[in-house]
């Protein structure tokens, strides 16, 4: 848990301007003048500096602590706004500057842990692993093969651990991403190899990236709260090619006001380029199930426009060029055209080999109609667009390919 601490803006800015990187010294006398003027939130500061923040203030704090802790004041004002939602938005006011020194005064933890280096998980970890130099890396996944590959990455920090229970036990901060709902309960729960299996958990955090059903993740995140350390859910969107440059979004089951936040932001940031704070437990998964059903029918409804124009006599680039200037404009449209040519660099136009495989988003439709059914929420397209990709997830021609391979099967003799 973090701790209620601000900072004094004019002592902290002051002490860390003695530093000698010009751009540290131009960027607090920068932020010296517009907190002394009214007109700050005209002038809001981008939290797309969180990162670079956090990681000079690593070296700086370590060789100066005592001129930092004559900067620290205790609880920042109540009145202060919501803290920052991540990389690329901006916190506005005073309190929000406040906020954004908040965050970068918490530093990451020196030893993490991984569990899962799947098509999502590889990336992301390697995000993590490479903005956090100082940080010993535990992991752990079923392919050892996997495994041993990544390590190759760092071998003087990474560390291949047994179980989940070793990572668990080593990492202060554990991350989890794995296919399903199924999988997290045997990561966590499983006796003698799960987290929950590993002596002393308290004060430890766990943030599971999985997209599974909601129903699941509270039910671990009960189960690992009883046990004394912290659980948040927060799955990705942006897929690999997102994941790979360091440029998801998370969606994470807290609220905006929580104390948590500074913290997170800093570490998510690290992984991915923004963060929202949804509101409370579940409901980062909530999101993402929100976002997937959106996301799946706006692929098939792009695959039918795009063979219904083709089929009518136009160009397919020249067709996908109108959409994205038009009402119809969509990123599947744009950058994931299903289309093998439109967009050259997509895995749509390499054999639909990389991306977002067909079953996950069948398996992620399917989560996502079942939680609109336990809350009475009326999907029109749910059940046919659940259809299409289990039909298309059952053809040995598309079977573990990108989803939006759901075109060629609309296309099929």
Not at 202 to 212: E, P, Q, W, Y
Request: hydrophobic content about 45%.
């Amino acid at each position: 848990m973090v701790s209620h601490t601000s900072v004094s803006e004019t002592p902290f800015l002051s002490w860390l301007s003695t530093y000698s990187s010009p751009w540290t010294r131009q960027y607090c006398a920068y932020v010296l003048k517009k907190a002394t003027t009214i007109t700050l939130r005209r002038n809001s500061i981008p939290v797309s500096y969180i990162s670079w923040w956090a990681s000079s203030l690593r070296r700086w704090m370590l060789s100066d602590m005592v001129g930092l802790r004559k900067c620290v004041v205790p609880a920042y004002p109540t009145h202060s706004p919501p803290a920052p939602h991540g990389p690329g938005h901006e916190a506005t006011g005073l309190g929000g500057v406040r906020i954004r020194f908040l965050a970068a005064l918490m530093l990451p933890p020196r030893r993490l842990g991984w569990i899962g280096l799947g098509a999502m998980g590889w990336p992301m970890a390697q995000q993590l692993l490479f903005k956090n130099p100082a940080a010993t890396f535990y992991i752990y996944d079923v392919d050892r093969t996997l495994l041993v590959e990544f390590a190759q990455s760092a071998p003087d920090r990474v560390k291949i651990a047994a179980n989940a229970t070793e990572v668990a036990t080593k990492a202060d901060w554990v991350f989890t991403i794995v296919p399903e709902g199924r999988h997290v309960r045997q990561v966590y729960l499983a006796e003698g190899t799960g987290i929950l299996a590993a002596e002393n958990l308290a004060g430890k955090m766990f943030i599971d990236c999985s997209t599974i059903d909601i129903e699941t993740s509270l039910d671990v995140g009960a189960a690992v709260i009883t046990a004394g350390a912290d659980f948040i859910d927060a799955p990705v969107s942006g897929g690999t090619a997102g994941a790979a440059k360091g440029a998801i979004t998370f969606m994470v089951g807290i609220a905006a006001d929580d104390a948590r936040l500074p913290i997170l932001a800093t570490v998510l940031s690290m992984v991915g380029s923004s963060m929202n704070a949804m509101g409370g437990k579940g409901l980062g998964l909530a999101a993402k199930l929100s976002n997937n059903y959106l996301s799946g029918c706006i692929a098939i409804a792009t695959a039918e426009a795009m063979s219904m124009g083709m089929k009518l006599g136009i160009d397919p680039k020249i067709l996908s060029a109108t959409f994205d200037k038009g009402t119809g404009a969509n990123w599947v449209n744009r950058s994931m055209n299903p289309v093998p040519g439109v967009c050259p660099e997509a895995a749509t136009s390499n054999g639909y080999v990389g991306g977002f495989k067909v079953e996950l988003m069948e398996k992620d439709m399917r989560l996502a109609t079942q939680a609109a059914r336990q809350v009475g929420a009326k999907l029109v397209l749910g059940e046919a667009a659940v259809s299409a990709y289990a039909q298309t997830a059952s053809d040995p021609d598309f079977r573990g390919k990108d989803s939006r391979v759901v075109y060629q099967w609309l296309n099929k003799a």
